[in-house]
């Protein structure tokens, strides 16, 4: 029996917090992706949402280290979810499109661990399966991952007229949570 994939996308439970319905004093919003999406790859939903929240001062301001990212498929998979070839060929097109992580993900070691894997290319499990697999990945990729996020944060800041002081608290908070992720159980020092 052959199945067929929907030609259009179940309309998703709305997340909280996208600029046109969000409460003025919303401190977070998040993204949710749909197993639908990510097996099609379709991430003009999710890029769509992303810049509603990016493309405005009042998103930029308000959503500052507020934005999350819940993955369907975490707790019904035991991978860990930069082990799931979905979540990553997912993550990467979304990132292609909205490179503006380090300002807008939470300060998160989980949501920072995951983010990153799944954005390192290289990433190959060497053994192991489910939440035991031992990857490895190219640590030149990863630094230029982080020196291409940084750009972009500044360009974006720069572009929203970000003062020089809020920047720079956003990059420490930001630098913080990644190196907090960098020393996890499951983090890039255990791939």
């Known amino acids: 029996m052959h199945h067929q994939a929907p030609k259009e996308f179940p309309e998703p439970p709305k997340p909280f917090g996208m600029t046109s ?10 993204i949710l992706f749909t197993t639908p999406e990510m097996r099609a790859g ?3 939903r999710v890029v769509s949402e992303l810049m509603d929240i990016s493309d405005s001062s009042q998103g930029a301001n308000q959503f500052a280290h507020g934005l999350c990212l819940k993955f369907p498929n975490v707790g019904s998979d035991p991978r860990i979810i930069a082990m799931i070839p979905e979540n990553r060929i997912f993550i990467q097109a979304i990132h292609d499109q909205w490179p503006y992580w380090m300002h807008f993900l939470v300060p998160d070691q989980a949501q920072w661990s995951s983010l990153l894997l799944c954005l390192l290319r290289s990433l190959k499990v060497a053994r192991g399966t489910g939440a035991n697999a031992v990857a490895s990945y190219d640590e030149a990729e990863l630094a230029d991952l982080m020196a291409s996020m940084f750009g972009s944060m500044s360009i974006y800041h720069h572009h929203m007229q970000i ?3 809020k920047s720079k608290s956003i990059l420490r908070v930001s630098v913080r949570a990644i190196e907090l992720a ?3 159980p499951g983090s890039l020092r255990d791939v």
């Open 21 to 30: 319905e969000h409460p003025k004093d919303a401190e977070q919003c998040c």
């Open 42 to 44: 379709a991430v003009g």
């Open 163 to 165: 003062s020089d002081k």
């Open 182 to 184: 960098m020393n996890m």
